[in-house]
C-alpha cells in the first residue's frame, strides 16, 4: 500500500470517527438538576444554616425500606411546629423520575413514600423544614430499590 492510500484511509476512518462522536453527541441530554440552580444558589446561607441546625440536634432523621416503601423517621423534637417542609428525592441521570413533595407525617413522625412512585435508581435525597421558625436541612445520597 502506497503512502498516499495509507492518508486516504485514516483520513476517513478519523472523519468516520469525529461522525459517530458528534452522533453520540447529540443522543446526550444536557439539563441542568435543577431549574433555578442560579436562584437557589443565592439562598444557599438558609441550606447551611440548615445543616447546622441538624448537626447540633442530638437526634437524626432514620431512613429504613420494606418491600413496598420508603420511610423517612424524623425526630419528634424536631417537628414540633412544622411551618414549611419538601422532601426531594432528585435521580442525577433522569429528571422525570424525580420525587417532590411537601411532607405529611403519621402519627410515628414517619414520611412514608410508597415505591411505586421511585424507579430502582440512585437518588440524592434534599429534606428541608422548618420547625417553630428554625431552619433544618438534610441531604444524602441513597440507592433506593
Not at 30 to 59: C, F, H, T
Not at 61 to 71: G, K, P, T, Y
Not at 75 to 93: A, F, G, M, Q, R
Not at 100 to 115: G, R, S
Request: glycine share 2%; proline share 3%; charged share 20%.
Amino acid at each position: 500500500m502506497s503512502w498516499g492510500k495509507g492518508i486516504a484511509v485514516f483520513i476517513v476512518f478519523f472523519c468516520f470517527v469525529v461522525i459517530a462522536m458528534v452522533y453520540v453527541a447529540m443522543q446526550q441530554t444536557n439539563e441542568m438538576q435543577d431549574k433555578n440552580y442560579y436562584a437557589k444558589e443565592l439562598l444557599y446561607q438558609n441550606v447551611i444554616d440548615g445543616k447546622n441546625n441538624l448537626a447540633a440536634s442530638p437526634n437524626q432523621l432514620v431512613f429504613r425500606e420494606n418491600a413496598d416503601s420508603f420511610i423517612v423517621q424524623f425526630p419528634s423534637t424536631l417537628v414540633t411546629d412544622i411551618s414549611e417542609n419538601s422532601i426531594y428525592l432528585l435521580c442525577p441521570s433522569d429528571e422525570s423520575k424525580d420525587y417532590v413533595a411537601a411532607f405529611q407525617l403519621n402519627d410515628k413522625q414517619e414520611h412514608v413514600i410508597l415505591k411505586k412512585q421511585l424507579a430502582k435508581v440512585y437518588y440524592t435525597i434534599k429534606i428541608s423544614w422548618k420547625n417553630a421558625g428554625k431552619p433544618y436541612y438534610f441531604e444524602r445520597s441513597q440507592f433506593i430499590n
